[in-house]
């Protein structure tokens, strides 16, 4: 019932910059936590930000000082503000976030389809 859909990516040059988002619809009470992933080819997956119901947030050293996460709870979206983008930060970026539907606890298991990023140089 809880559908997760990344947007905004594209191809871009070296030093350009691009704004993802992630939209949560279905059976939502609530939202806590909620994160951006990425996976390149035959690389594992990695963390690439985080933001707290609260709007407490949390990057990788990789993208500190470049990225921005953000959400916007009245609308059930997160975003990821990508500046100075590097070759290296191409990859297929998802969404994930710990969402409560109608019971006490929050469920972690929800992930967006991806939306690839490629950097060119």
């Known amino acids: 019932q809880v559908q997760l859909v990344e947007s905004g990516g594209g191809l871009v040059q070296a030093g350009g910059s691009l704004r993802l988002s992630c939209a949560a619809s279905?059976?939502?009470?609530?939202?806590?936590?909620m994160a951006w992933y990425r996976q390149a080819p035959g690389k594992q997956r990695e963390s690439v930000a985080a933001?707290?119901?609260?709007?407490?947030?949390n990057y990788a050293d990789s993208v500190k000082g470049r990225f921005t996460i953000s959400r916007d709870n009245a609308k059930n979206t997160m975003y990821l503000q990508m500046n100075s983008l590097k070759p290296e930060d191409t990859a297929v970026y998802y969404c994930?976030?710990?969402?409560?539907?109608?019971?006490?606890?929050?469920?972690?298991?929800?992930w967006g389809q991806g939306t690839q990023v490629t950097v060119s140089s």
């Open positions: 279905g059976s939502i009470f609530s939202i806590g936590a």
């Open positions: 933001i707290t119901s609260g709007g407490s947030t």
């Open positions: 994930t976030a710990d969402i409560k539907q109608s019971s006490d606890y929050f469920y972690s298991g929800y």
